[in-house]
């Protein structure tokens, strides 16, 4: 049996360390497995970008060596954002592909995005193709398939140009964490007619500044600082490989993407009054209360950007997002995340009206709540404590079970579900007052403590 590191399939990508789990062979292995299934399907050529991590180059190559082994041609569209290889996928008319991308995680690990036709693989999916290398089922074309490269990173701003516009100039802060955001953010932002100030927007995978993950308050503190110095009309961050966004408005304050998600339904839902609103378990009730006054349909549904975009296309959906940054447009656009887009649609929202960001966000509640807290737990029995912590709670409460559990309290909720990327469990509270969060905060906790996982801190 073929040797690859079975814990890296994961439930919406493959993700594990670079030099240690995503081996040259293993990586070659995924590309093979891949092309087989894609060529078994009649699709002739593919599309691969990578982030700016070190270890991505190596990994491209072992990738190519895979894909094309199948005889599958393959465009190498270079470094990228996760976005920009979504939308190669529409503008090279390719039949799947591969993102190279450790996402938000530290600069030791990296990953591979899969898709076939223009959705990206998950769950069972991902499951296949390990299958498929355990089995050896691959298949080998007699000539290799070729490789040609293109840079379309022009042609991606001049697209997302095309579908935004401003009604007045704005002063933005733009901080790319040195990620992949830095190939691109500034002649995007500045196409809009934006007065931009770069932060650490000059590619690096070392990130040597802070840390590419916008939901975590300490490294946003550069963007903050920048902002009021500046006096600056926000701020916006973008992770590793730019699918997801972090914002922080003029007066310095970190909103994060329930909020966001609020300001974006009241664009959309007028004009698609009873539309389905998708609703990731980890959001505040102050969206769930926005999106029922503005008239929306509200449907509680599951992390993961994969499973929330198939969940689109089932309910024809026109737009959701994540608490974590990823935001899903169907209204005007493809439907897939790109934090370059949403920044776009937040400005032109923004430039529509007199009002400062703050003054606008400020007509949204602001419940207590905790930061998403991540809790050590091991991938063996992560799902297993979580479902004990589910089974407790709905002796006594009511609750939202379709990802975790969602513990339903007379004046808040408290979440508990099992990351799927990470060895951890990760729980979230919200109280309609000070009081009420610490009273959720306390029975919450005991009942991840009593499910076995060790003493943790919750996070602000």
Known sequence: MTNVAAHIFREYDIRGLAEEELT?????????????????????TATVGGDVRLSTERIRGNLLEGLTATG???????????????????????????????????KEFNGLKLAEGKATLYGGQIQEILGMIVADDLDEAKRPGAVTRADIGDAYVRMLLSRLELKR???????????????????????????????????????????????????????????????????????????????????????????????????ILPKHPGTPCIVEVKSSQALVEEIEHLGGKVIFYKSGHSLIKAKMKEVDALFTGEVSGHMFFADEFYGFDDAFYAAGRLLRLLAAQDRKLSEILDTIPSYPSTAETRID?????????????????????????????????????????ASNTQPVIVARCEGRTEEALRRIE?????RILTAGVADFDWEY
Request: proline content about 5%; some cysteine.
């Open 72 to 106: 599958l041609d393959v465009i190498d569209i270079g470094k990228a954002t996760t976005p920009l290889f979504y939308w190669s996928l529409h503008h090279c008319e390719a039949g799947g592909g591969v993102m190279i991308t450790g996402s938000h995680n530290p």
């Open 442 to 446: 306390k029975d919450m906790k005991a």
């Open 169 to 267: 100039p704005l002063k933005v802060v733009a901080d790319a964490g040195n990620g992949t955001a830095a190939l691109m953010i500034e002649p995007f932002l500045r196409g809009l007619g934006c007065d931009v100030i770069p932060l650490f927007c000059e590619p690096d995978g070392t990130f040597p500044n802070h840390h590419p993950d916008p939901t975590k308050r300490e490294n946003l503190q550069d963007l903050i600082a920048a902002v009021l110095e500046s006096g600056a009309d926000l701020g916006v961050g973008f992770d590793g490989d730019s699918d997801r966004i972090g914002v922080v408005d003029d007066r310095g304050r970190v909103i994060y993407g329930d909020t966001l998600m609020a300001l974006y339904w009241r664009e």
């Open 24 to 44: 040259p062979r293993t990586v070659e292995l995924i590309g093979r497995a891949l092309g087989t299934r894609l060529v078994r399907q009649g699709v002739k």
């Open 377 to 417: 737990c091991p991938d063996a029995v992560k799902f297993d404590v979580v479902d004990a912590i589910r089974d407790s709670a709905l002796k006594e409460h009511e609750a939202i079970t379709v990802d975790g559990v969602r513990v339903l309290y007379s004046d808040g909720w408290g979440l508990v579900r």
